[in-house]
Structures are given as structure tokens and as C-alpha cells.
């Protein structure tokens, strides 16, 4: 089972699949607030998210660019 925010985080990776999401946008999405004291929450959110769909590389993430579902892509350029 997943939480609700788990969901919408959910949700918000399946309709931006391929597209990084940074922490402040997906704090705003999920969380409706967009400032640094959320940072934590949202990773948390994510690392939650991650164990409940039983597969952690679902969800790809790149340093200073965020998260995001789908092809291993970033700034254009897919990676193996």
C-alpha cells in the first residue's frame, strides 16, 4: 500500500515522465509549499515512494537536477 502523498508524488512523476523535477517543485506539487525546509520531506517522500513500488530504479535521480520516471535522460542525452 502507499500513502496518499506517495500517490501524488506518483501521480506528478507519471505526467512529467522523462523530465527532472527539482525538490522545490515537487514540494510545491505534493506538499503545496515551495521553500528549503521541505528539501528533507521531499527525499524522504521519495525514498518512501521507492520501497512501497519494490523497485528503486524507477525513479532516477541526478545531483542538482532532481527526480524523475522514465528513460535514463538528462539535459538532452540518454545515458546507459
Do not use: C, M
Amino acid at each position: 500500500d502507499i500513502s496518499k502523498l506517495e500517490y501524488r508524488l506518483l501521480v506528478y512523476f507519471l505526467q512529467n515522465i522523462g523530465r527532472p523535477i527539482s525538490r522545490e517543485e515537487l514540494s510545491k506539487e505534493v506538499f503545496g509549499v515551495a521553500h528549503s525546509k521541505s528539501a528533507s520531506n521531499v527525499r524522504r517522500l521519495v525514498f518512501r515512494l521507492r520501497n512501497s513500488l519494490g523497485d528503486a530504479r524507477l525513479i532516477r535521480s541526478r545531483s542538482k537536477k532532481g527526480w524523475w520516471i522514465g528513460p535514463n535522460q538528462v539535459d538532452g542525452v540518454t545515458e546507459k
